[in-house]
């Protein structure tokens, strides 16, 4: 396949200002899947939709601008959850969804994902068409041909009832007393009233974003908010969402955190005893060994995929399957979305705690997690790939597994959306995973500075 020069695994992403992230760059994209479109389905129209950050507003009218000069027409629907962008693409019968968002990242960066007209993120082919689009000479279509752009007023209404919508359960939400932190992003203006309109009990948390607090130290990614505020309140559980609204972590009424691997096993398991399961489960490579270990014991078929929720995906429509996801909160539901949904996996989970009578607790009691640690090493110098294959770090992981033999995992892997190369290791002895991702991280940072 071509190398892309621009797409990452999930996007365009960067620093604002830096790169791809200026509003020059931002005109021409616009521009360039405007062409695509044009010369692909004919005159189109898309769905612009973003975060929180200060920097949406300055994409947001590039974009806009690139896409009337192609003579695409726009339709706004201004701070919105990816996954809402990818349903109100198909629900408006748009041909592309742009999301401008850096999902879980501070707001200094920012970031571009593209959604087909079928709500599901746009196909290797087209964004290599995109790319080559990129390369020439931009121009603009004749004045009569401009494309138009209009706000869409009630965007986040039919969101709403959307997320409302796959809540299939004969009992509502009433008595059931919940704790959400929105992360100051996306969905800060949404998800307190999906659940309180399903009866729902609500304490937000994290919904007073400012263009600049997004994702600081709150949502998905930072959990002692909310852990906090649930133990305190003495609340049933508490929700957490990231920047752009497509992952959930969740907290028991403890405190005890519920990643997206173990939220995968409280659907699954669900949808297989009310026979609507179908196809393998599908994890990455980071997935936990208990969690494998404990749908096996269900009957259930697991598989693992690249990291990133785009080989989820994949191996979900390569297999049949349903449902699958990352232990870092992406969850897809194919038989509810067509993409990563954070909201619509919390209600997922939700529904089986108000059919099974269970609390969240007891729904991932039989998960015997295996102690794992992942270890974010930023890069001082080098490219991800050269300091990977470098002899010391080779003989650091290789050492690892060595020792842990059949009793652990170690990954090692680039990120798909900054300069972080990212050990995990996993093993039976809590200690002994620490000592060893440290091992390896430090021969990483050894070999990235020189």
Known sequence: MTERRYF??????????????TPEFMLKLGWAVGEHLRHTTGRSKVVIGKDTRLSGYLFESALEAGFAS?????????????????????????????????????HYDNGIK?????????????????????????????????????????????????????FRSPAALHGLRVAVDCGNGATYHVAGDVLRELGASVTELAVKPDGFNINQGCGATDLALLQRTVTEQQLDLGIAFDGDGDRCMMVTRSGQVVDGDQLVYVIATS?????????PVVGTLMSNLGVEQALMEQGIEFIRAKVGDRYVMEQLLTHDGLIG?????????????STGDGIVTALQV????????????????????????????????????????AAAVQQAKQAVEAELK?????????SGTEP????????????????HAEHIAQAVRDVSAG
């Open 114 to 166: 593209l959604f087909g007209a079928d709500g599901r993120k746009l196909p290797d082919t087209d964004e290599l068409e995109i790319e080559a689009a990129l390369e020439s000479a931009m121009h603009c279509v004749a004045p009569e041909a401009v494309g138009r752009a209009r706000r869409i007023e009630d965007a986040g209404g039919r969101y709403v009832e959307f997320c409302k919508s796959t």
């Open 8 to 21: 990452g695994t999930d996007g365009i992403r960067g620093r604002v200002g830096e790169g791809a992230m």
């Open 406 to 414: 059949d009793a652990g995992r170690v990954l090692l892997r680039p």
């Open 420 to 435: 972080v190369i990212r050990v995990m290791v996993e093993g039976e002895d809590g200690a002994s995973v620490k000592h």
């Open 325 to 337: 996801g990352e232990s870092s909160g992406h969850v897809i539901c194919l038989d509810r979305t």
């Open 350 to 389: 939700l529904a089986v705690i108000m059919n099974s009578g269970q609390s969240l607790e007891e729904l991932i009691a039989p998960i015997h997690l295996y102690p794992q640690l992942l270890v974010n090493v930023r890069l001082e110098s080098g490219d991800a790939n050269s300091v990977l294959t």
């Open 70 to 106: 192609a003579g695409i027409d726009v339709l706004l629907v201004g701070p919105m959850p990816t996954p809402a962008i990818a349903y109100l693409t198909s629900t408006f019968r748009a041909q592309v969804g742009v999301v401008v968002s850096a999902s879980h990242n501070p």
């Open 271 to 279: 949808r297989k005893q009310r026979k609507k399961l179908r196809g």
